[in-house]
């Protein structure tokens, strides 16, 4: 086989930020996907109804004539949300809400440190058929144990509120993927490309490599290991969200590195490079738009993409160094067997 179409992806959970990175990074993910879940922390951060709107209009400005990608909006669940806003949000086409607890990732300050404080905001999230979608790191916790230790608020609020479609977002270890395993089927988990691929070895095992560095960082074999079986499980639970999330070369590389690691540009290719090599091929299409559409209600689409079968060396870079804004993505110099035709 030299050849494979496949329906466009969902992609539910990737950072388009603004301006001129917004205009760098999005072909990339119009190129290759049906919906994207467009995350909310810009600055300053999508917060009400007013701010959704206007971000989505900046994405929508930049779309070429025809393109039917369509960004699934979401806005920030902070300690000010009111229930009052929820209603306002759905009305304007919200389709999820992210909660990030205070502090633990870019641009999460004036995070949620008191979860239960939140029983209401969740409550009306539920009556307005909005998912929330959970940055699940407890903050204050020693950074390789706040997925385990947050599982418990994400356990909590899966059993109070029965009706309410949660998201563990980017899970990075074993122990997520048995707790989401284990809830009911309001509770579902996204997997990004880069933790499939890496472990903290690749992070900080030899020479610091601030690319791979994300939040959550990178774990132990075996939790990738349980990612990459969860990924290939057919189990509809489990669905790409990629958390492409691009900093400018400048920011990586510097003293005190931004988290982030750039996937957009190798979504696809890197993927079914992956299912090749475990022989799942045929459940690739469903991890990469099935389950999430089904999830999250979305319109069946019936748009694809040709991946072929040619190799192709992902670039170092991209952008230029004079606009500020080149970025370097994952996989950069490596050659990858697949490319989008
Ligand atoms: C994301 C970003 O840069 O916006 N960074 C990351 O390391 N994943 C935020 C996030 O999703 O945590
Ligand atoms: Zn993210």
């Not at 980017?170 to 509770?187: G, W």
């Not at 490309?193 to 070895?201: A, C, E, G, N, P």
């Not at 290991?225 to 400018?248: C, E, I, M, Q, R």
């Amino acid at each position: 086989m030299d050849r494979l179409e496949i329906k466009r992806a969902n992609d539910m959970h990737v950072h388009l930020r603004q301006d001129d990175m917004l205009a760098q990074v999005l072909p990339h993910t119009i190129a290759q996907c049906a919906h994207a879940l467009v995350m909310p922390n810009i600055t300053p951060a999508v917060l009400t109804a007013d701010d959704l709107v206007a971000y989505r209009q900046s994405i929508l400005a930049l779309l070429p004539d025809g393109s039917t990608f369509k960004p699934l909006m979401t806005f920030k669940v902070a300690p000010t949300t009111s229930p009052a806003e929820i209603s306002k949000l759905k009305a304007q086409g919200a389709v999820a809400g992210k909660l990030y607890p205070e502090g633990v990732t870019t641009n999460s300050e004036g995070g949620v440190t008191d979860f239960k404080a939140l029983y209401p905001v969740y409550e009306a999230m539920q009556e307005a058929g909005l998912v929330l979608c959970l940055h699940g790191e407890m903050p204050g916790v020693f950074s390789l144990d706040r997925e385990s230790k947050f599982l418990a608020v994400l356990r909590d609020i899966a059993s109070r509120f029965a009706d309410l479609r949660i998201v563990l977002e980017h899970a990075t270890t074993a122990e997520a993927i048995d707790c989401v395993s284990e809830l009911p089927a309001n509770v579902a988990c996204t997997l990004t490309v880069h933790h499939l691929y890496l472990t903290l070895d690749d992070v900080i095992g030899d020479r610091l490599n601030p690319h791979a560095f994300c939040k959550p960082v990178a774990k132990r074999p075996e939790d990738r290991d349980a990612l990459v079986a969860a990924a290939l499980s057919g189990n509809g639970k489990f669905f790409l969200g990629s958390d492409s999330a691009p900093h400018t070369v400048a920011n990586k590389e510097c003293a005190c590195g931004a988290a982030g690691v750039y996937t957009a540009p190798v979504l696809m290719p890197a993927l079914l490079e992956l299912f090749e090599k475990h022989c799942k091929l045929e459940l690739l299409e469903a991890f990469t738009s099935g389950f999430a559409a089904k999830f999250y209600g979305l319109p069946e689409h019936k748009e694809t993409i040709v991946l072929v079968q040619k190799s192709w060396t992902v670039p170092e870079q991209y952008g230029d160094d004079k606009s500020g804004f080149s970025v370097k993505p994952f996989l950069a110099g490596k050659t990858l067997r697949w490319q989008v035709g």
